[in-house]
């Protein structure tokens, strides 16, 4: 009957309790009844009437419950291991109720308390009956579900609604496994009608029961195929039913939002990120530019297996909106910690609440730096996952995220210009992607300009380059000079120009070229130059500087891609003439290139002012006889560099630039200029470093020639040089005298107010005096008061002229006439045979360089008053047909003879000897204005500083040795104004005692004078002196010492000469501060020594004032100091003399540790000793002694001694130590106290030595 007990009052009891007794009448009945409602009821134990109908083998009543409808396949309770009616019938070998089991459906695949089902569990319990049965059933089954499987397919795949209802009603009670089978070549059902796109079928598969089966070997769910085919209603109808299919992967590793950003539906993505999915659902993700958490139904930045986002894919496809969403989509966070190594819950429902408002993308024409200006960044909670993400930082999120490379090795941006896609490029650009961020491909990496470039894809090569991309190492520019693609070379030189900060446009000259190319209406000059705003914006704002460096290969200058360049950065030139592009110019650098020849057109660009040409290999560069220049040249150039490069000629126009300010020749091959060098109008800087000059050149006395009309018109020439070359507005001598003769009035005036300049004549405080027999073409004299050779100011001219590394052997002594206003003169490196004169250097000098000259005297200095009076005045040979007198001339009634005799027209040896009397630029004694003198790297002796004195001067000097400020003392300097000397590696042999008299001197360089062994004592009265350098120099005596070993040597040398200077005398009297612990030994120590020295006066120890009970003590004992016992010591040291210690024997008792500190004064040696056998509490107590001392007397000199060395090395007592010992005790003293460079910084004093000794 079976084995379970019915209780009373349960539903169903009635079924159960008839097939329990198997009454057939009775069961019927009650199935013909209201119990059939009760037909799957089940008793305490979870047994239905089913169950116990096969546990009774009650096959009559099994047949009538299942022909009623009851469930085959309710499995029993744990008490019977969760059988079904199959299970037990199997178990039990009951043949006939397996056999109406499965005529009735019986589920061949449910599973008990142990997993297994029917078929298995016949298989285990040999049930060879029930086994077959079960077999040939379950193939049966198989047939009969495939065959309506494959119907079922056919009718989804061809979108037959009817079909499909067909089928399903004839598959019974398989129809859930015809719905879920996978078939082998065909799609699933639900895929079929999926991808057909029948939004009716796809619902009536769903509600039979139909599961979202993937296809078999893809791996794609229905949602892909409905992504895929573009079925908006059919992905959001399983989104709804399936939400998980939106975290379903394919073989491929794809999401359906992989399938959806490939397809042009933007809507579909926009579902699939913003649909609404469970909480249960949801995940936590990390975000990948940063350290936040969010959560969402998927990773929107999951990978395939290719590496591809879904960024990726719609970039590919060139899919704009989708790229969109993408960059669009937001996302709240959840978590903003950093620290947390653990994900946040899947299951979380806490969220930090915050806007969800996408980050605004700025526009693409806003630059990088106006965007963080201009526009706020968007909520630090709301993050943007997809392609750019903003959180905190935006530059760093967007970029992190734009930039993530599939296993290609390629980013969005590099698919974008792989298919040519030039608007998703613009897109990604402008929301952050990095326009630098390389592609790999094949191991081989491309910058985003080479991939475009590999790809022929100009448009997106403007693009990267509009974003501040760059060509790297010019790779993509020298491929394009070989392949001789000119419009990659253009564009890309086009990109390499930027906005000059410095220089400004010149504007006057834009509007003459605008004028003159007959522009009218809001392009006309009129409108450019108008104030207001609209027609201000269609004029060039931005001064450009272009940079062509480096580039290798470039050769020459196309002015068209100049002018490409100044309208990139100047919009509002788009619609001028390209002359007014090549205003806005202002810098042209092309150095590092190939050059042959100079491009001369860039000296007619209006505005330019910089021009860098240097490190190619010019040879030339073109004279104005060439018919080149077809426009003016500028006016605004001020700064030119032609260093290395292989000029051996410079044209004269250059020097007539009238702006040039700054000029740059050297390492050339130069080795002749032109005499219009001295005659450029402004220029301040002249540098002709490592060329072929040996001298410099002259002004022609012939008469200047004519300059061609075509150079006339296009060279703005200032004042006189307009009119004759051969004169500069910087180089007429100061105070000329202007004749009454009409025809030299003409000659110079006349022409100078042609050309613009006028020299103002003196009517106040300079009178005109009559002047007889003074030439035979003049009878008076007019005084100027501006030197016209001076410019406007009075100060113009060459203020700076390197002159090293060429071949001069004799100094330009044309120097003070041509370049009065000098101030820097560099001419090292030359072999100069004499050091020039004071008169061959310009007066103004402030800064001079003889280094590296051979020179070997410095004795025409001292000879300055002899040279002077020989000098002769070169301005006669640059005026050619005018002579500029100047103020020396007496112009007060003197006599004849006082005048000297003027020169006539056959005699030019006698003018110009008159005008060597009258030349101003040679008639200084001294350079009073220099303050660096450089004459290092030479041969000199002997320096000299100061002029030779005749003998009333000799007799002043030795009367006023002690007023070393004296009048006549600083009246003999030669440079009484230097601040820095450099007399480094010479072969001085002794400094002139002079030197003392440069009172302003701050650095001093003696390096590497060998022979040199002392200093002159008149060297301490240097009180500015900062810098001494003295290395590799012999010297002797304690200079030596405070060399090495003083902490502030030049303050130290400078006074010890000064003390030697006032007679000072050693005082060779010292304190000798003995120190240490009680009953170290440091009384026996100084009697040792007093035994090596003699004692001044007979030493009376404090012993010798005890009582005389204490006397008794053994001779061999020495008694312990008490207090301090101060005495003197002598010791000889032959011809130095005699030194005197003052010692002080401090007692070791504790007691007396307070009083020591009042004790130690800073100028002693100190003795500061202890107990080796001690060991390192020994040492301890020796860092607290010399602690003290520094405490009291800082950087004081210290000798540290260790005693009772005798006990470490007895055989008797070395025993009880370690053999190394001594040696380790030693090397920690030298460790701690010995090893410090800078002991003052640790809190020590100067420790000398450490010594050991017995005592």
């Known amino acids: 009957m079976g084995d379970g007990v019915i209780c009373d009052g349960w539903r169903g009891q009635m079924v159960q309790q008839a097939v329990l007794y198997d009454n057939v009448d009775f069961l019927e009945c009650l199935l013909d009844g209201d119990e059939i409602d009760n037909i799957n009821s089940c008793d305490s134990c979870g047994r239905t009437a089913t169950y116990t109908a096969v546990s009774n083998n009650s096959l009559k009543c099994l047949k009538l419950l299942l022909e009623h409808g009851a469930d085959p396949d309710i499995a029993a309770g744990a008490r019977c291991q969760n059988m079904t009616p199959l299970h037990l019938a199997v178990l039990d070998c009951k043949q006939e109720a397996v056999r109406l089991l499965l005529q009735f459906g019986a589920?061949?695949?449910?599973?008990?308390?142990?997993?297994?089902?029917?078929?298995?569990?016949?298989?285990?319990?040999?049930?060879?009956?029930?086994?077959?049965?079960?077999?040939?059933?379950?193939?049966?089954?198989?047939?009969?579900?495939?065959?309506?499987?494959?119907?079922?397919?056919?009718?989804?795949?061809?979108?037959?609604?009817?079909?499909?209802?067909?089928?399903?009603?004839?598959?019974?009670?398989?129809?859930?496994?015809?719905?879920?089978?996978?078939?082998?070549?065909?799609?699933?059902?639900?895929?079929?009608?999926?991808?057909?796109?029948?939004?009716?079928?796809?619902?009536?598969?769903?509600?039979?029961?139909?599961?979202?089966?993937?296809?078999?070997?893809?791996?794609?769910?229905?949602?892909?195929?409905?992504?895929?085919?573009?079925?908006?209603?059919?992905?959001?109808?399983?989104?709804?039913?399936?939400?998980?299919?939106?975290?379903?992967?394919?073989?491929?590793?794809?999401?359906?939002?992989?399938?959806?950003?490939?397809?042009?539906?933007?809507?579909?993505?926009?579902?699939?990120?913003?649909?609404?999915?469970?909480?249960?659902?949801?995940?936590?993700?990390?975000?990948?530019?940063?350290?936040?958490?969010?959560?969402?139904?998927f990773d929107i930045n999951a990978q395939d297996s290719s590496g591809k986002m879904a960024l990726h894919i719609a970039c590919e496809h060139g899919l704009i909106e989708n790229v969109k969403a993408l960059l669009d989509f937001t996302v709240e966070v959840v978590s903003n910690s950093t620290g947390n190594d653990t994900f946040p819950k899947q299951n979380e429902d806490v969220i930090d609440k915050a806007s969800s408002l996408p980050c605004s993308r700025q526009p693409s024409w806003v630059s990088e730096s106006e965007s963080r200006d201009s526009y706020p960044t968007c909520s630090t909670h709301t993050l943007r996952e997809s392609g750019v993400n903003h959180l905190l930082n935006q530059d760093s999120a967007a970029t992190s995220v734009l930039n993530v490379a599939s296993s290609e090795g390629l980013a969005p941006l590099h698919y974008a210009i792989k298919m040519h896609?030039?608007?998703?490029?613009?897109?990604?650009?402008?929301?952050?992607?990095?326009?630098?961020?390389?592609?790999?491909?094949?191991?081989?990496?491309?910058?985003?300009?080479?991939?475009?470039?590999?790809?022929?894809?100009?448009?997106?090569?403007?693009?990267?380059?509009?974003?501040?991309?760059?060509?790297?190492?010019?790779?993509?520019?020298?491929?394009?000079?070989?392949?001789?693609?000119?419009?990659?070379?253009?564009?890309?030189?086009?990109?390499?120009?930027?906005r000059d900060p410095v220089h400004a446009i010149n504007k006057a000259e834009m509007r003459r070229l605008t004028g003159q190319s007959g522009i009218s209406g809001p392009e006309s000059p009129e409108h450019i130059s108008s104030s207001e705003p609209e027609m201000r914006l269609k004029s060039p704002v931005s001064p450009i500087a272009v940079h062509w460096q480096g580039l290798s290969s470039?050769?020459?200058?196309?002015?068209?891609?100049?002018?490409?360049?100044?309208?990139?950065?100047?919009?509002?030139?788009?619609?001028?003439?390209?002359?007014?592009?090549?205003?806005?110019?202002?810098?042209?650098?092309?150095?590092?290139?190939?050059?042959?020849?100079?491009?001369?057109?860039?000296?007619?660009?209006?505005?330019?002012?910089?021009?860098?040409?240097?490190?190619?290999?010019?040879?030339?560069?073109?004279?104005?006889?060439?018919?080149?220049?077809?426009a003016p040249l500028s006016s605004s150039l001020e700064e030119i560099r032609l260093s290395q490069n292989k000029l051996s000629s410079i044209p004269a126009y250059l020097f007539r630039l009238s702006g040039l300010k700054f000029l740059d020749l050297s390492y050339n091959t130069i080795n002749e200029l032109p005499p219009e060098m001295w005659l450029a109008p402004s220029l301040v800087t002249l540098i002709l470093s490592q060329n072929k000059l040996s001298e410099l050149p002259h002004i022609s006395r012939d008469p200047p020639t004519p300059i061609s009309r075509k150079m006339s018109q296009h060279i703005k020439r200032p004042s006189i040089c307009s009119a004759v070359p051969s004169l500069g507005p910087h180089r007429m001598c100061s105070g000329s005298l202007s004749s009454s003769d009409a025809d030299l009035s003409m000659s110079v005036f006349d022409l100078s107010s042609e050309s613009g300049d006028i020299i103002l004549v003196s009517h106040g405080n300079v009178s005109s005096n009559e002047v007889i027999h003074v030439n035979r073409w003049s009878n008076s004299i007019k005084v100027v008061d501006k030197d016209p050779w001076k410019g406007a100011g009075g100060q113009g001219g060459l203020k700076q002229l390197v002159l090293s590394k060429n071949k001069f052997t004799v100094f330009p002594t044309s120097l003070p006439c041509y370049a009065q206003n000098l101030e820097v003169l560099d001419i090292s490196d030359n072999q100069l045979e004499n050091v020039p004169s004071i008169v061959d250097l310009p007066a103004s000098l402030t800064e001079l360089n003889l280094s590296r000259c051979g020179l070997k005297t410095l004795q025409p200095w001292s000879d300055t008053l002899e040279v002077q009076q020989e000098t002769s005045c070169l301005a006669v040979s640059r005026s050619g047909a005018f002579s500029p007198l100047n103020t020396s001339i007496n112009t007060g009634n003197s006599s004849p003879s006082s005048r000297g005799i003027s020169p006539s027209h056959a005699s030019r040896e006698s003018y110009n000897s008159l005008t060597a009397v009258l030349c101003t630029h040679c008639s200084h004694t001294r350079l009073g204005r220099l303050e660096k003198l450089n004459l290092a790297h030479n041969k000199l002796v002997k320096v000299v500083l100061t002029r030779a004195a005749d003998g009333q001067m000799a007799n002043a000097d030795t009367q006023s040795i002690i007023g070393l400020e004296s009048e006549f003392i600083q009246s003999r300097l030669l440079f009484p104004n230097l601040s820095e000397l450099d007399l480094s590696m010479n072969l001085l042999h002794n400094l002139t005692s002079d030197i003392g008299e440069q009172l302003n001197l701050r650095v001093l360089s003696l390096r590497g004078n060998r022979y040199l062994r002392e200093l002159p004592p008149k060297l301490g009265l240097l009180t500015k002196l900062w810098k001494l350098d003295l290395e590799l120099c012999p010297l002797d005596g304690a200079i030596q010492d405070f060399v090495h070993n003083s902490r502030y040597p030049v303050k130290d040398i400078l006074g010890f000469l000064l003390s030697v200077l006032e007679e000072s005398t050693y005082y060779n009297s010292l304190n000798l501060m003995l120190v240490g612990c009680h009953k170290i030994g440091k009384t026996s120590l100084l009697q040792r020594?007093?035994?090596?020295?003699?004692?001044?006066?007979?030493?009376?120890?404090?012993?010798?004032?005890?009582?005389s009970d204490e006397r008794n003590v053994s001779r061999q004992t020495t008694l312990s100091t008490v207090g301090i016992d101060i005495n003197e010591l002598i010791f000889d040291c032959g011809s130095k003399g005699s030194v005197?210690?003052?010692?002080?024997?401090?007692?070791?008792?504790?007691?007396?540790?307070?009083?020591?500190?009042?004790?130690?004064?800073?100028?002693?040696?100190?003795?500061?000793?202890?107990?080796?056998?001690?060991?390192?509490?020994?040492?301890?107590?020796?860092?607290?002694?010399?602690?003290?001392?520094?405490?009291?007397?800082?950087?004081?000199?210290?000798?540290?001694?260790?005693?009772?060395?005798?006990?470490?090395?007895?055989?008797?007592?070395?025993?009880?130590f370690p053999p190394d010992f001594e040696e380790a005790m030693v090397g920690m003293v030298e460790k701690l106290f010995l090893g410090n460079k800078e002991p003052d910084k640790c809190g020590l004093p100067n420790i000398l030595r450490h010594y050991q000794c017995q005592l």
């Open 107 to 297: 589920s061949l695949t449910s599973t008990d308390e142990s997993g297994q089902t029917p078929l298995s569990l016949a298989r285990e319990i040999s049930n060879v009956n029930a086994y077959a049965l079960l077999t040939a059933e379950q193939e049966k089954r198989a047939d009969h579900i495939k065959k309506y499987s494959a119907s079922l397919c056919r009718a989804c795949s061809s979108g037959n609604l009817n079909d499909v209802k067909k089928i399903l009603d004839e598959c019974g009670t398989n129809k859930m496994q015809v719905l879920n089978t996978i078939p082998d070549h065909d799609l699933p059902p639900l895929c079929s009608a999926s991808r057909v796109g029948s939004l009716e079928l796809v619902q009536l598969l769903l509600k039979n029961g139909a599961a979202p089966v993937c296809q078999r070997g893809s791996g794609l769910s229905p949602i892909h195929f409905a992504c895929d085919a573009g079925h908006l209603p059919i992905v959001q109808l399983l989104l709804m039913e399936y939400p998980d299919l939106a975290m379903a992967r394919s073989v491929e590793h794809r999401l359906p939002l992989h399938i959806a950003a490939a397809n042009r539906n933007v809507e579909i993505l926009k579902c699939l990120l913003n649909h609404s999915y469970p909480d249960m659902l949801q995940q936590t993700f990390q975000h990948k530019a940063s350290e936040h958490y969010y959560k969402a139904g």
């Open 421 to 498: 896609h030039p608007d998703v490029v613009h897109l990604l650009l402008c929301s952050g992607a990095d326009p630098q961020q390389p592609a790999v491909c094949n191991e081989l990496t491309f910058t985003p300009i080479m991939y475009t470039y590999q790809h022929l894809d100009l448009e997106n090569m403007e693009l990267l380059l509009q974003h501040r991309a760059e060509d790297i190492d010019n790779k993509v520019l020298m491929g394009a000079f070989l392949s001789q693609d000119h419009n990659v070379v253009n564009l890309l030189l086009q990109f390499k120009a930027s």
């Open 554 to 630: 470039l050769h020459d200058v196309d002015l068209t891609c100049l002018a490409h360049a100044s309208r990139r950065l100047n919009p509002a030139l788009k619609h001028l003439q390209p002359a007014a592009a090549l205003c806005a110019i202002t810098k042209i650098d092309i150095s590092h290139n190939a050059f042959q020849s100079f491009p001369v057109s860039l000296f007619m660009l209006p505005s330019v002012v910089v021009i860098d040409a240097s490190s190619n290999q010019i040879r030339e560069i073109r004279e104005e006889e060439d018919n080149f220049f077809t």
């Open 1089 to 1107: 020594l007093r035994k090596e020295g003699k004692a001044l006066i007979k030493p009376t120890h404090w012993s010798d004032r005890v009582s």
């Open 1140 to 1216: 005197v210690f003052r010692t002080w024997d401090f007692g070791g008792q504790r007691e007396y540790y307070a009083t020591h500190q009042y004790f130690l004064s800073p100028r002693s040696l100190y003795l500061v000793m202890w107990n080796l056998i001690d060991g390192e509490r020994g040492v301890d107590g020796l860092h607290q002694w010399l602690i003290n001392i520094q405490a009291r007397a800082p950087s004081a000199y210290v000798i540290i001694v260790g005693t009772h060395v005798d006990v470490l090395r007895d055989k008797a007592t070395r025993r009880n």
